[in-house]
């Protein structure tokens, strides 16, 4: 299985991604694509990493088939369509593996694109608290979470996801290639029809409370809310023993949220887990702290 990391200036974060994956996924084969990092800090992580590192052209180099996130993607896809790769993995650096892979697992998340009315991405996280609610829209649908046809949820994928298992052949087939911007991605999917799926028993995740940027620059308001709302690598424990277990045995209509099955030992104590940074972390932190970043935001 090939497993493609998109980096830009996050070391500590990409450090715990790569590690994450060498750990519960030792037989795949990782590629950090990294968007021309400049921090001097990453540029040590990534050097010091024992996988494969590409980085992007510089800006309007001749060929130059990189540029931002889904630059990177397509250049990843390409690379993987070459190698005779059916099925690949994409994550982000503020990602991590939370238990073990076997290849039993993938074997029964690729299955699902035998199915005819399967989108080209799976997403393979655990169900989100958004903004203090649960995301209860997705629903059980020949052995993966979808979200119905006409459910308009904010914030939620019902087509595309950037992160997840691509079957190239099947994207091929029906985007070509990705455009920049995760939201032009998803009403060109939409308007195909496709319905994105998630895994029943997924094995990812995003660290909570992270550390915020907004482009490629920290304002002094992001600086503010990451300083007084505790954003951080926050790692999270690995599921393992009589909790996976339970997990894997569990009622496949309970929902994976992260809040129930996962911990991250480092994380402030909140209402619910925060994913984006910024005023996110302090609106899930509750109190003062929300008080602040409404008015921030």
Not at 89 to 104: P, S
Not at 223 to 245: K, M, N, T
Not at 262 to 274: E, F, G, I, K, N
């Amino acid at each position: 299985m090939r497993v493609f990391i998109f980096s830009y200036n996050r070391g500590a974060y990409l450090r715990n991604a790569v590690e994450s994956v060498r750990r519960h996924m030792p037989f795949a084969q990782v590629t950090v694509m990294d968007d021309r990092s400049d921090d001097p800090d990453t540029r040590a992580v990534l050097a010091a990493l024992p996988v494969e590192v590409l980085t992007a052209p510089a800006p309007g180099a001749e060929h130059a088939v990189t540029g931002g996130l889904h630059g990177g993607m397509n250049r990843a896809l390409d690379l993987a369509e070459a190698e005779g790769q059916t099925v690949v993995l994409m994550l982000q650096d503020d990602m991590m593996l939370v238990r073990d892979v076997a290849q039993a697992d993938l074997d029964a998340a690729v299955a699902q694109f035998d199915r005819a009315d399967a989108s080209f991405v799976l997403g393979v996280t655990f169900a989100k608290t958004r903004r203090g609610a649960r995301d209860i829209g997705l629903v059980l649908d020949g052995g993966v979470y979808r979200r119905p046809e006409a459910a308009a949820v904010s914030g939620a994928h019902c087509a595309y996801g950037d992160t997840g298992l691509f079957h190239i052949p099947r994207l091929r087939a029906t985007l070509g290639r990705l455009e920049q911007g995760e939201k032009g991605n998803e009403a060109r999917a939409r308007a195909l029809g496709l319905r994105m799926g998630s895994l029943v028993f997924p094995f990812a995740h995003w660290l909570p409370f992270p550390v915020s940027w907004r482009g490629r620059k920290r304002v002094w308001r992001l600086r503010l809310l990451d300083l007084v709302c505790g954003a951080g690598v926050h790692v999270i424990a690995p599921l393992q023993g009589e909790r996976l277990r339970r997990f894997l045995d569990r009622d496949p209509g309970d929902l994976p949220f992260a809040e129930d099955w996962l911990t991250a030992p480092t994380a402030p104590q909140a209402l619910y887990w925060s994913l984006r940074g910024g005023a996110q972390n302090g609106l899930a932190r509750g109190g003062w702290r929300s008080t602040l970043a409404r008015r921030l935001r």
